[in-house]
């Protein structure tokens, strides 16, 4: 896992939004590296509504990230 994430850039918005989606998929993983523990919090968050609103703003932030590096699509071209 040490070059998963070789640039920002994508050729789409929807792949950017995958990588945005992934970036904070990556991000739990490396809080909390232990699988089974992971698997034991998942039912208190999934049903909490405001974990998946804080789950949806780091995906987000992630985007408005990936769109910067990728000059929001090469400016509609």
Avoid: C, H
Avoid at 17 to 46: C, G, N, S, W
């Amino acid at each position: 896992m040490d070059n998963w994430l070789p640039t920002l850039v994508t050729a789409t918005p929807s792949e950017g939004y995958d990588l945005a989606v992934k970036l904070a998929r990556i991000a739990v993983k490396k809080t909390q590296p232990d699988a089974a523990e992971r698997e034991r919090m998942r039912p208190d968050y999934a049903g909490d509504a405001d974990s998946l609103i804080a789950v949806s703003q780091v995906v987000a932030t992630n985007f408005a990230t990936i769109a910067a590096a990728n000059d929001y699509w090469r400016a509609g071209t």
